[in-house]
Each structure stands twice: as C-alpha cells, then as structure tokens.
C-alpha cells in the first residue's frame, strides 16, 4: 500500500511539474515565410524574425517561428551522429524542440532551467515532432547564429 501511495505522488509531482513548466512564462510567436521574402515585407515584419530573412527565399519552410522560455531537456547524446544537438523550452503554453545545427559554434549547451530564446524555421524533425530548426538561439547574455544567418 505504501509503494502504491508513493507511487501516485511521484506521478502527482511530476505531472505538476510538466504542467508548470507547460505554463511557464515566456512567449511564442509564428509568422509566415512569405511574408519576409523581399525587404519592403520585412520592413513590416516584427523585429523577432530577422534571423530568418537570409533563408527566407531559399527554405521551403511555411513559418519562421520565436519561442522563449525555460529549458526543460537536454539531448545529451546525438543518435544519428550528424552534431546537431536538441533542447526541449517551454514557454507561453507550450513545449517546443529547438534544433541546434552542428554549423552553430555554441561552446555547449543550456542546462534545464535556463531561460533561451530560439528563432528558426518550424520543421518536421526526425523523430516526426515539429521543431524549430533554429538561425539564432540565445541565452547566458550570448547570441549565437547559423554560418548561414
């Protein structure tokens, strides 16, 4: 009976704490590609989607994307091998992949809890869940971007 009850608060603190996080302050925001494609759109385009207008005409990609938030996981190990590295943020309602390229020279990568700011092409990964295959992540006070943007 005790491990039953154990058990079930364990759960309850979990579940509690993926709801927080879910919850967590923080924003994201989506604006369509075709809408950054020559200068005089992304003269009118928020300022947030910058990093995108390098790639804009190039990609294939529906909408460059901003998400903020706290980091939640952590790939630590890359199970294809291609360098790319993956954490999962959570901000304003929701959970988001963030997909750092192996041409971004990130030094490491953000421990859970850290506050990041990601803004990238949304994509289909390869484990079938969207991401945000990011052109610029922040946090710690530095900005990094793909060789591309």
């Known amino acids: 009976m005790?491990?039953?009850?154990?058990a079930l608060l364990?759960?309850?603190?979990?579940?509690?704490?993926?709801?927080a996080a879910v919850?967590?302050?923080?924003?994201?925001?989506?604006?369509p590609r075709v809408e950054v494609l020559w200068p005089k759109q992304q003269a009118r385009a928020p300022g947030w989607t910058r990093?995108?207008?390098?790639?804009?005409?190039?990609?294939?990609?529906?909408?460059?994307?901003?998400?903020?938030?706290?980091?939640?996981?952590?790939?630590?190990?890359?199970?294809?091998?291609?360098?790319d590295r993956h954490v999962l943020i959570a901000g304003h309602y929701r959970l988001r992949i963030?997909?750092?390229?192996?041409?971004?020279?990130?030094?490491?990568l953000p421990r859970v809890g850290t506050k990041v700011d990601a803004v990238g092409w949304l994509m289909r990964g390869g484990s079938g869940h969207e991401e945000i295959n990011s052109q610029r992540v922040s946090w710690g006070g530095r900005s990094w971007t793909t060789q591309a943007g």
């Open 2 to 6: 005790k491990r039953i009850a154990l």
């Open 10 to 19: 364990v759960v309850v603190v979990l579940l509690g704490g993926v709801a």
């Open 98 to 108: 963030v997909k750092m390229a192996v041409s971004m020279p990130i030094p490491g």
């Open 23 to 31: 919850g967590a302050p923080g924003a994201y925001q989506r604006y």
């Open 51 to 83: 990093p995108c207008w390098y790639t804009a005409r190039w990609t294939d990609k529906t909408y460059c994307e901003h998400v903020s938030g706290r980091v939640v996981w952590v790939q630590r190990k890359d199970p294809d091998g291609d360098g």
